[in-house]
């Protein structure tokens, strides 16, 4: 939901919030009285839920200018005249109130539907984090090689489509992106550094902070494919060493660890075994 991200605002301690009136206009409520019908809802259910409903949904008045009529429109009126005002019922809201606004909106509203599929990624997205940032060092490692696993498949099937058929294309493929992320070392070359066998799987011996930064580049490489429409083994190529160039600058400029300065880590094929026999014992 680009809207409803575009209408957040700031306070002088730069905690989010989002107003209610605006809101009201994203979500396609055109009377109040009806929008104030749903926010009086998520408040019941804020209560049910054991949050304190005045820490989410602070209520605050807005000025407006009240209409001058027609005959100020066609300049019978003093121009000068100052307009009216009136007060006006609005709310300061969290995300959270903003959520259950949207879970109990109209679903039959094509906008209230896409909020509530946008909300449940996005509670779904913080649960994994949290989860994940439980994990001990090894569980994260697991995890992650998994998921390059699986996203290299699809970049590879992707990278096929595109035009890199021979096993040398994809070979100078799969290197362009180390190369790019790793400032210039090829996938032989980090292998040597590692010291690990050539035949080896390098991405085996990364810590989760380095294959973060592969898995990252993996899945950025396949948008930016689709999404330029890439349909040579040429240019496939080089978006691939263009997006992990793009990954290793903003490692750079967040002052992060360059993955080539990671330390190389005991294989997870190893720790595989390890979990197998924890397992069975």
Known sequence: MQDF????????????????????????????????????????????????VRNHFVEVSKVIEMPMGEEFSRGFVDSNKTP??????????????CYLIVMNGDPRKEVIARGQTYFAVKTRQQEFQ??????????????????IKQKNMILAE?????GVITSKEFAIFQD????????????????????VDVEEEILDYMGSE?????????????AAMKRDKVWTAQSATDT????????????????????????????????????????KA
């Open 176 to 195: 362009a992106g180390y190369r790019g992320l790793y400032g210039g070392e090829t996938r032989a070359m980090i292998a040597e550094r590692k010291g």
């Open 158 to 162: 992707h990278a096929k489509q595109a």
């Open 240 to 279: 691939h060493f263009r997006v992990g160039a793009t990954v290793r600058k903003a490692i750079a400029e967040i002052g992060g660890v360059m993955p080539e300065d990671l330390p190389t880590e005991k294989s997870i094929k190893i720790i595989e075994r390890e979990k197998r026999k924890s397992v």
């Open 210 to 222: 380095e294959l973060a930064a592969n898995l990252f580049r993996i899945t950025q490489t396949d």
């Open 84 to 97: 009216k005002t009136k007060k006006i019922k609005d709310y300061k809201l969290t995300r959270y109130a």
């Open 130 to 147: 949290e989860l994940f940032h439980q994990l001990s060092e090894d569980d994260k490692r697991l995890f992650l090689r998994s998921d």
């Open 5 to 52: 991200e575009s209408i957040k605002h700031l306070d002088d301690d730069g905690v989010e919030f989002w107003r209610a009136r605006e809101l009201q206009g994203v979500l396609q409520y055109k009377e109040w009285r009806n929008f104030e019908r749903v926010i009086d809802t998520a408040m019941i259910a804020c209560k049910i839920s054991q949050h304190e």
